[in-house]
């Protein structure tokens, strides 16, 4: 199965995988290039369900989250990535970044795909996104489109509500980390 964690930025994608990581004891097996030539890590989860949990992204298990996340496997490599981890266990990847039907199609076609969607809000969103900024003291004083933001936050919560064809699509809790930590762990199948 692949699962992906969706939302628009701020909605609490990043952290949601993140503390899945620390949770499980993710560990670090293999470092890829994206298209554009930089480079993040596939993390492992073994030994909470029936296959290994494999994680792609740039994550920090230390501190603030940088907000980066899944969003570097997109494209032609990232396809070929989603499809050769989930050829061996399941994954669970996130990005605020939308793709093609011929992408999804192309997962379809071979894997159970599963779109979780946190539903937090956009005024949320935006908060949380001034929240980190002051936290990793990125961006400071650089303003942020609000309006522009808002259309593209609530465009992703409309996309959920259509999926491309066979692509499942379930809501997670945007308020409460932990109890969408524990809507991801459900669709996983992971044992308590």
Request: hydrophobic residues 35%; proline residues 4%; positive net charge.
């Amino acid at each position: 199965m692949i699962l992906q964690v969706r939302g628009g930025s701020g909605a609490g994608k990043t952290t949601l995988v993140r503390e899945f990581l620390r949770k499980h004891d993710g560990r670090e097996v293999e470092t890829v290039s994206s298209a554009k030539g930089s480079a993040y890590q596939v993390w492992q989860v073994s030994g909470v369900s029936c296959s290994d949990i494999y994680v792609p992204g740039k994550y920090s298990l230390d501190g603030v989250s940088p907000g980066k996340g899944g969003e570097h496997v997109e494209g032609t490599l990232g396809l070929a990535l989603l499809l050769r981890l989930a050829a061996t266990g399941d994954v669970l990847w996130e990005t605020p970044k939308g793709s093609s039907y011929a992408f999804w199609e192309a997962l379809t076609d071979q894997h159970r795909v599963v779109w979780a969607t946190l539903d937090t809000p956009a005024a949320e969103c935006v908060k949380r996104i001034y929240a980190r900024r002051q936290a990793t003291g990125r961006r400071l004083g650089k303003p942020l489109k609000e309006d522009s933001m808002t259309r593209i936050i609530e465009q992703r919560l409309r996309q959920a509500t259509k999926p491309p064809p066979h692509v499942q699509s379930y809501w997670l809790d945007g308020e409460f980390q932990n109890v969408a930590l524990q809507q991801v762990e459900t669709l996983l199948g992971m044992t308590a």
